[in-house]
């Protein structure tokens, strides 16, 4: 289970001298805040490029797992299998080091995924880790279960149980832990969503209480929204003494005409002074293509009662909106100026796939060097959507929209000037011919460009009443439009990311398809 943490620093503060030794105390609390409420902040809609990051630990599956195809046989690429090799400098080769199996249903949905790492004193590959998935009719995880293996079984570690609203919309998810004296599954954690008029409204986390055999509160988080953009986010935790929610976190959200996100401030609660107290804030800067061009960080000064500039990021696209380059700033605090400390820099292919990223960094003299690359290979006779992928994927660092058959990508780390090889993962694929939508529906309706910047043009191939509607990975509907025959769906205003579409004829949902935005 991925946790995502918040490191909050808070600088000197002053207010007055009275009321300074109780602030600093009561800092010091903040900073042992319980895990789940660092989660959630780090959640929260901080960046333009990470707004999808609204809900807290959605099934990782889920956003790679195609669903809602049904009746007719499609015929796809599923990944089977991947191989990661280390490369031994002392024999100038490369070695098998880990191996993950994948199995899908009929559907296409990843429903086992199994990892083996080598075993040195073994001398072979040992199993590791495995999950098993359950989905519903929609194709959405409603049950994962995770085990590891023992050298001899496969044991429980950690199982999550997810239920939805309508087709996609998260309900509930309930955490449990494998009880290794008594061989039960234990709750430890649920999460509730609750929403309205398709956005999320609040959500509330709770901790299960062994000597009550009951849920507790634990944290609270509630959102705003203002012509259906989030405009504010409130954190709160729960207070077992009072039996009362207390605000601890909140973050204010701003938009320009076009709803990009140019702004964010967040504020931390200060319980002795009862006031919100100014923490950090950063700014947006887009081209007229509203890619980000620029985002300005700064942090709350106590002393002067003013914000205090300390990062940026400055970024550079292709004529295909890709980002080229990456630069982080931070200032140096003997000149006051502005100096490069991080840089990423992409390559694509014609197809408009990764192929090589690039990662330098300052080493400690002012200039940066080579850290670490990745380079990428592609079957191009096959586009993504041939593709059955699960969310695996991501962890080799390939956590990107590709527009081809991923099948390789080699990592190396930087020596002076020269590159070491590191590591070596291999894709492996085999054709599947999965349960699909009708094929009339399949070949009639065309959806294009995917991915998208701009716009998508949605033609149905007949002239036919239909109703699309564009959602995002927590189930929050984006945008829709009723038309008749084709039409252009923008999506420029939209963060990258995957997105659902569902087209609806005659008020009933024949269509769903995904879609990127980039």
């Not at 280390?86 to 559907?107: P, Q, V």
């Not at 609270?220 to 929204?225: D, G, H, L």
């Not at 003997?334 to 408009?352: K, P, V």
Request: proline share 2%; aromatic share 14%; charged share 20%.
């Amino acid at each position: 289970m991925k946790k995502y943490l918040l490191f909050l620093t808070v600088t000197a503060i002053a207010v007055n001298t009275l009321a300074q030794n109780k602030l600093y105390g009561y800092l010091s609390e903040l900073k042992t805040q319980n895990e789940n409420l660092s989660e959630a902040v780090n959640n929260l809609p901080g960046k333009a490029i990470e707004l999808n990051k609204i809900i807290l630990e959605l099934p990782g599956y889920l956003k790679m797992t195609p669903f809602g195809l049904k009746n007719a046989l499609i015929e796809k690429q599923k990944l089977d299998s991947t191989h990661t090799k280390g490369y031994k400098t002392e024999t100038e080769s490369w070695e098998l080091s880990g191996i993950d199996r994948f199995t899908y249903d009929a559907a296409g949905n990843n429903t086992l995924y199994i990892t083996l790492d080598y075993d040195v004193d073994l001398q072979k590959m040992e199993y590791s880790d495995r999950a098993e998935l359950e989905y519903n009719s929609s194709g959405m995880i409603t049950v994962e279960t995770d085990y590891s293996w023992s050298g001899s079984e496969w044991v429980g570690s950690f199982r999550s149980e997810y239920t939805y609203y309508q087709d996609f919309q998260i309900e509930s998810i309930i955490r449990w832990q494998m009880n290794t004296t008594s061989g039960e599954w234990e709750p430890y954690n649920k999460t509730i969503y609750s929403y309205g008029q398709q956005n999320i409204l609040m959500y509330i986390s709770y901790n299960w209480d062994q000597a009550t055999s009951d849920w507790v509160p634990a944290m609270k988080v509630e959102f705003t929204y203002e012509d259906g953009n989030n405009t504010l986010s409130v954190i709160s935790n729960y207070d077992d003494a009072t039996q009362d929610w207390v605000d601890y976190w909140k973050t204010e959200y701003f938009y320009d005409s076009n709803d990009l996100l140019t702004g964010d401030i967040g504020y931390m609660w200060m319980e002795p002074l009862s006031l919100w107290m100014e923490s950090n804030k950063a700014d947006y800067t887009y081209d007229n293509n509203g890619n980000n061009i620029e985002a300005l960080y700064s942090n709350w000064d106590y002393l002067t009662s003013g914000w205090k500039e300390n990062g940026k990021d400055v970024m550079t696209y292709n004529s295909n909106n890709q980002l080229l380059i990456r630069s982080e700033f931070r200032i140096n605090v003997l000149t006051s100026q502005w100096e490069e400390h991080e840089r990423e820099e992409n390559q694509y292919d014609s197809h408009g796939n990764l192929v090589l990223k690039v990662y330098l960094n300052d080493n400690g003299t002012g200039i940066l060097v080579n850290e670490s690359k990745r380079e990428y290979t592609y079957n191009t006779s096959y586009t993504y959507d041939d593709l059955i992928l699960p969310s695996i994927v991501g962890s080799y660092g390939l956590g990107f929209m590709f527009n081809n058959m991923l099948t390789e990508s080699k990592e190396y780390y930087g020596d002076n000037d020269q590159w070491i090889p590191s590591e070596w993962f291999i894709l492996y694929y085999s054709t599947a011919n999965i349960s699909g939508t009708s094929i009339q529906k399949e070949a009639t309706v065309s959806i294009m460009p995917n991915p998208a910047s701009d716009y998508l043009i949605i033609d149905i191939g007949e002239e036919a009443a239909c109703t699309a509607m564009l959602y995002n990975l927590v189930g929050q509907l984006v945008n829709e439009c009723q038309f008749t025959g084709t039409t252009e769906l923008p999506v420029n205003h939209l963060n990258d990311g995957i997105y659902f579409i569902k087209l609806k004829f005659n008020g009933k949902s024949d269509y769903t398809k995904k879609i990127i935005v980039k």
